[in-house]
């Protein structure tokens, strides 16, 4: 649709920014959507653990703390949910996936991370993805703590793929020899979600 995309590009145009940020069919938004399958999920910070499990040398459990005082990265990035909305600079700060390496070390035959949340939501990206610079376990955003809506206390972010790949209330990461389909990628989204290719839907 070149006249939605023309517009759209004029919006980001008259916003300042650079039209080139928005991918095709998306549409910028100066709020922050909060999109999710069932209800917020009110997590205990006490008893809120991260399990990283699977195909690791070393099962790790993390409590908040415990993520909290390993090695800090803060990114500047902009966000794109398959619903068409791109969000511009999103703040967050987090641990990457090289701190947790250090910690779990994969092995050989992990080439996937299945990321596992609250209430049995999951979905899966390579660990290619996971190891990008861009690519955090996050627990603030825009410099204040994660907002429970947002998927606070912890949730991933990886923002290169759609947002339906950065799961948020986020409980635990497996490591996975094969690929396994999560929540939305077993109803038809696509498995691989580069929103610079349109990876929609999976037909
Ligand atoms: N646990 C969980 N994480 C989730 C979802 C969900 O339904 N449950 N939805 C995903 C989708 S489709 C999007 S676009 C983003 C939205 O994040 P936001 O509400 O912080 O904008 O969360 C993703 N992570
Ligand atoms: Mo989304």
Same mark, same amino acid.
Do not use: E, G, M, T
């Given at each position: 649709m070149p006249l939605f995309r023309s517009k759209a590009e004029a919006k980001v145009r008259d916003a300042g $920014?650079?039209?080139?940020?928005l991918p095709p069919g998306q549409y910028l938004t100066e709020k922050w959507p909060i999109l999710h399958a069932g209800e917020v999920a009110h997590v205990d910070l006490a008893t809120w653990r991260l399990r990283i499990f699977g195909e690791v040398e070393t099962e790790v459990t993390l409590d908040y703390e415990q993520l909290r005082a390993l090695p800090a990265t803060e990114i500047t990035t902009d966000i794109h949910c398959v619903t068409r909305w791109s969000r511009f600079d999103a703040g967050f700060k987090g641990v990457r996936w090289s701190e947790l390496a250090k910690l779990c070390?994969?092995?050989?035959?992990?080439?996937f991370v299945i990321e596992h949340a609250e209430a049995g939501y999951t979905t899966n990206v390579p660990l290619a993805a996971f190891e990008q610079e861009s690519s955090l376990i996050a627990y603030e955003a825009d410099g204040e703590p994660l907002p429970v809506e947002h998927g606070g206390p912890v949730r991933a972010v990886?923002?290169?793929? $759609?947002?339906?790949k950065s799961a948020k209330w986020l409980n635990g990461l497996e490591l996975a020899a094969a690929d396994r389909p999560g929540f939305w990628e077993r109803y038809g989204?696509?498995?691989?979600?580069?929103p610079w290719k349109e990876e929609r839907y999976a037909f």
């Open positions: $920014y650079d039209p080139a940020r070390r994969p092995k050989p035959s992990a080439h990886v923002p290169h793929l $759609y947002f339906w989204y696509n498995n691989d979600a580069d």
